[in-house]
């Protein structure tokens, strides 16, 4: 897993030019960055991945990563597919002249899926996410509190809801 911002950009939405919380800045954006991940369900950046599958008896398959740069290889029942026997549409794997033979397991597909820089709506529910992991040091196991007739309820959670409507567009919602 890769951090999904930077500690400049952190610092500059917490206008904190000092260095004096650099290390723990650093360790709030690798948490963050992967509660991010966690709540999308999968790695974003750009990476080498493998799916073992079984195979459906069909001609077409659904990847579970995407964007997808590239495949680097099909295998089904132990046979390696030539690369002009498939192609790419969006997530989905096309075999021309074979199939995914049904059985379980069967099928191995090894690409490169994920975004190449990290989506800018990403970015920032991740910067805000190091945001409130910091303040929240303020109010540590404190939900709400009240002063002369004003209340204010702070989030428990690792990312907002703002942040996760950001993050809505890369989630997983359903199991392939």
């Known amino acids: 897993m890769s951090d999904l911002t930077t500690l400049a950009a ?9 260095s004096a919380a650099d290390d723990l800045l650093s360790d709030l954006i690798t948490r963050a960055s992967a509660a991010v991940e966690n709540y999308c369900q999968r ?7 493998v799916e073992f599958r079984d195979g459906t008896g069909g001609a077409v398959m ?8 590239s495949i680097q290889s099909v295998v089904i029942d132990g046979n390696l597919i030539p690369p002009s026997a498939y192609a ?3 997530r989905t794997l096309k075999l021309t002249g074979y199939r995914f033979t049904r059985d379980q397991m069967n099928v191995c597909i090894t690409y490169t899926a994920g975004y190449l820089t990290v989506p800018p709506d990403v970015e920032q529910a991740c910067i805000e996410s190091v945001a409130q992991m ?9 939900s709400s509190k009240s002063l002369q ?6 989030i428990q959670t690792d990312i907002s ?3 996760q409507q950001m993050l809505n567009n890369y ?5 392939i």
Do not use: F, M
């Open 161 to 163: 809801a703002a942040a």
């Open 62 to 69: 659904l990847l579970r990563e995407y964007p997808i740069q």
């Open 10 to 18: 952190v610092k500059a939405y917490l206008k904190t030019p000092n």
């Open 88 to 90: 790419l549409y969006n």
């Open 134 to 142: 910091y303040k929240r040091a303020e109010h540590i196991d404190v």
């Open 43 to 49: 790695s974003l950046l750009s990476s080498s991945r």
């Open 171 to 175: 989630k997983i919602v359903a199991p």
């Open 149 to 154: 007739g004003e209340s204010t309820t702070y």
